[in-house]
């Protein structure tokens, strides 16, 4: 799985620096959903205080944050829309709104370089 989602990361890039083909926004919002399953793939598995570290968790317990983050992990949370802070304690959210802000993080960084790409191939064909 893992190699998969590497060859398809690296494909998004190669498309993303290619003129012609699809626009500019597919091709960015291709690159954003790869990235979105790679951190996906890469988070499989962990818990909040395993990424975010205890020192982050009040009193040193991190349980409900670790709870948060695997519902958010059970639940393919790319934002943090999906944290229903309305229905959780603070700190379940803040351990859903971790993981979907990384997921989202990996998500923008991977569109804005693409954009980024296309505007530097543009400027330099001017």
């Known amino acids: 799985m893992h190699r998969l989602l590497t060859a398809a990361?690296?494909?998004?890039v190669v498309l993303?620096?290619?003129?012609?083909?699809?626009?500019?926004?597919?091709?960015?919002e291709t690159a954003a959903g790869l990235a979105t399953l790679k951190?996906?793939?890469e988070l499989e598995g962990k818990t909040?205080?395993?990424?975010?570290?205890?020192?982050t968790c009040p009193g040193g317990?991190?349980?409900?944050?670790?709870?948060?983050?695997?519902?958010a992990q059970g639940h393919a949370l790319e934002t943090t829309d999906g944290c229903g802070t309305e229905?959780?304690?603070?700190t379940f959210t803040d351990g859903c709104e971790a993981y979907a802000g990384i997921v989202a993080a990996r998500a923008d960084a991977a569109r804005q370089?693409?954009?980024?790409?296309?505007?530097?191939?543009?400027?330099?064909?001017?």
């Open 48 to 55: 909040y205080e395993a990424v975010e570290g205890r020192s």
């Open 61 to 71: 317990d991190c349980s409900d944050e670790d709870a948060g983050f695997a519902y």
């Open 39 to 41: 951190a996906q793939h």
């Open 87 to 90: 229905y959780h304690t603070q």
């Open 113 to 126: 370089a693409v954009l980024q790409a296309e505007a530097s191939r543009q400027a330099s064909a001017n």
């Open 9 to 12: 990361l690296g494909l998004s």
């Open 16 to 28: 993303a620096s290619c003129s012609g083909g699809p626009s500019t926004e597919r091709r960015a």
